[in-house]
Nanobody, 124 residues
Framework: QVQLVESGGGLVQPGGSLRLSCAAS????????VGWFRQAPGKEREGVSC????????YYADSVKGRFTISRDHAKNTVVLQMNSLKPEDTASYSC?????????????????WGRGTQVTVSS
């Protein structure tokens, strides 16, 4: 079983940046994709971004394209989500997940493991 631990959330002003990290207890290479979901109060969970363990291809939700960047470090079993130009609508709990695949058009496939999440609040 893989444990995923997120860090890096917090309170930031609109236009600011945050860097989320997801540290896995096991090898992320064993999973086809690793990525991030978010969920705001009263809203459905949304796939934000993912990265393929096979070829490094990436997926971004339209709402974050051009502002968020995902990267991986297989040696450290870590995935990082760099979030720039943050907006109030980015406020949510962000959770890391490992999955069967990361598709460049559809995001993560079947999710095997979830992290507990880290809160991101964008407010002035």
């Amino acid at each position: 079983q893989v444990q995923l631990v997120e860090s890096g959330g917090g309170l930031v002003q609109p236009g600011g940046s945050l860097r989320l990290s997801c540290a896995a207890s096991g090898s992320i290479v064993d999973y086809g994709g690793v990525g991030w979901f978010r969920q705001a109060p009263g809203k459905e969970r949304e796939g934000v971004s993912c990265i393929s363990s096979y070829d490094g291809s990436t997926y971004y939700a339209d709402s974050v394209k051009g502002r968020f960047t995902i990267s991986r470090d297989h040696a450290k079993n870590t995935v990082v989500l760099q979030m720039n130009s943050l907006k109030p609508e980015d406020t949510a709990s962000y959770s890391c997940a490992t999955a069967s695949t990361c598709d460049v058009d559809y995001g993560l496939g079947y999710v095997y493991y979830w992290g507990r999440g880290t809160q991101v609040t964008v407010s002035s």
